[in-house]
């Protein structure tokens, strides 16, 4: 790991972090101060390094920030995310907050997003996500680089004002990868990744009234600090990557869990396929507001693979000659997935071929739904002509029993395991 930039370290004091760590204008999206987020400490095992820094006190000309005696020194330890593509040396005293998870990416794929707040005493910090998010702010009429730190991988760690209509001042204090319009969002090469690696507190949000007390918190210790910090950054590895034990291996195919967004049911989605939310708020019978599920799961080269479902309403289906292949049992007790091939009576589909979810263990044709007191759900593939799936083998319908695609769909349907049972219950805000 290269070693810690000692620009300011061993040259400045710092300012005591209260009311100073921190300087980004436009808050990352997404909260990164979420009360229910996980809290951890940085790597137990990693060796901190207590770098020797001034101790005078350094006067700042903002506004209502004060200032106390820095302590004698900084230690430093090493943070690396869960998944290993990024690496941060951060102060042994500041605390890692980790809200990294599976998510659904831009392009509708399943993938690792971390999402990290490494948290200084003040509630100040620094803020990294590398998911597919971008943000647009309000256009700068000037913008000028105060500090510029080199970082590796082409990009560098900057301060920088902005002054916007009306001259109010804003700050930013980044990972960048271009000082001609500095911005919080960067990429690492030909990656498709967007990354951001920002210093910031709620105590500069609102900007600044003047250029100088603009300049004045870009040049203060606790600014540099901040910049030395994200200087030793370091990206590694495919930035795709899953963290250990993320993730399902089963014959050859990763799968990944999926939840419904009001938390009715979880299953497991092949990390290939995408998937297509399009649940939406309805009202039932009885007048009342509900959250209705609606989620297909897609592959690229072939179409829609399965669709899951729950609402309060049971369909009617017309009962089909049909022919039973393999009955799995499901998470919940007494559901099964079973594969099955329509008979030749059937008008327009004899031969085609799909997985369903039942609670008649496999003696007749599944249903399109199986109910609960207060819900129906459903889990199946559309009737499907064997030929669509040639690309695992299968051509005609003796070829889908046994197939590595009726493995794929059964092992699909045979995780859905269901939460809870009140349509009434809506996502979390912003889910």
Known sequence: MRATPSRLLATTAIVVLAAMLGACAHPQPEATTAPDRPQSTPSASATPTTEPVATEPTATE?????VATPPATVELVDFETQNGTMRMRIPADWTVEDNSAITVQGDRHQGWNNELWFAAPDGGGIGYSDGHWDSVGAAAIETVVT????????????????????DSYGVGVAVVPSLEEPSHVFRLGDGSRLRSLAF????????????????????SPAVALALDVMATVEFAGDEDALPEGVGVEHEG????????RNGTASFLVPREWTIN??????????????????????????????????????NIIEEWEWTRGEVRPTATDGWQAVSWTLGDSVPNHAGEV???????????????????????????????PPHWYREAGVDGPEDFFGSAMEERLLTVVASLETHHDDPTRMPPLGG
Not at 154 to 166: D, T, V
Not at 204 to 216: L, P, T
Not at 281 to 303: D, I, K, P
Request: aromatic fraction near 10%; include cysteine.
């Open 62 to 66: 903002r506004a209502g920030t004060g």
């Open 147 to 166: 500090e510029q730190v080199p970082v590796g991988h082409g990009l560098l760690a900057a301060a920088w004002w902005q002054r916007y209509e009306g």
């Open 200 to 219: 910031h507190h709620p105590d500069v949000e609102q900007g600044f009234a003047s250029r100088e007390a603009a300049e004045a918190y870009l040049s």
């Open 253 to 260: 195919t990763t799968y990944l869990p999926y939840t419904t």
């Open 277 to 314: 939310d399009t649940s939406r708020l309805g009202t039932n019978r009885a007048g009342q507001q509900v959250w209705e599920n609606s989620v297909t799961l897609e592959w690229l080269h072939v179409g829609p693979m399965l669709h899951y479902g729950d609402s309060e309403f049971t």
């Open 354 to 384: 799909g997985v369903s979810l039942t609670d008649l263990g496999g003696t007749v044709r599944p249903a399109d739904n199986v109910c609960s007191e207060r819900m129906c759900r459903s889990f199946a593939s559309l009737p499907t």
